[in-house]
Nanobody, 125 residues
Framework: QVQLAESGGGLVQAGGSLRLSCATS????????VAWFRQAPGKEREFVAA???????AYLDSVKGRFTISRDNAKNTVYLQMNSLKPEDTAVYYC???????????????????WGQGTQVTVSS
């Protein structure tokens, strides 16, 4: 059974940094894309970043140049390095694994069928 577990969230001041981790178990991790989504209170869940099986990436425009997604296949883990954080980055961050092997770094949530429980990121002004 595939399981994902996020960690690394917390409270940080504006301009600070956090690194989120998404540890996975089950399945053939290296064959699948993994994405980060986030959901702020009262808002829809939105795509943040994704990385496909061969390292191709995609980002939400508002995080380009500030966030970096990476993966370590030996550790079955995907990371989201978040720099220059802003209060509007405050949300619960979720990681998700793609439905199909060798799929791209999609921004559509329907392309992902396994989700973690989320980790809270709070950025104070």
């Amino acid at each position: 059974q595939v399981q994902l577990a996020e960690s690394g969230g917390g409270l940080v001041q504006a301009g600070g940094s956090l690194r989120l981790s998404c540890a996975t178990s089950g399945g053939f991790f290296s064959y699948y894309a993994v994405a980060w989504f986030r959901q702020a209170p009262g808002k829809e869940r939105e795509f943040v970043a994704a990385i496909n099986w061969n390292g191709g990436t995609a980002y939400l425009d508002s995080v380009k140049g500030r966030f970096t997604i990476s993966r370590d296949n030996a550790k079955n883990t995907v990371y989201l390095q978040m720099n220059s954080l802003k209060p509007e980055d405050t949300a619960v961050y979720y990681c998700a694994r793609g439905t199909r092997i060798y799929s791209g770094a999609h921004s559509y949530s329907g392309e992902y069928n396994y989700w973690g429980q989320g980790t809270q990121v709070t950025v104070s002004s």
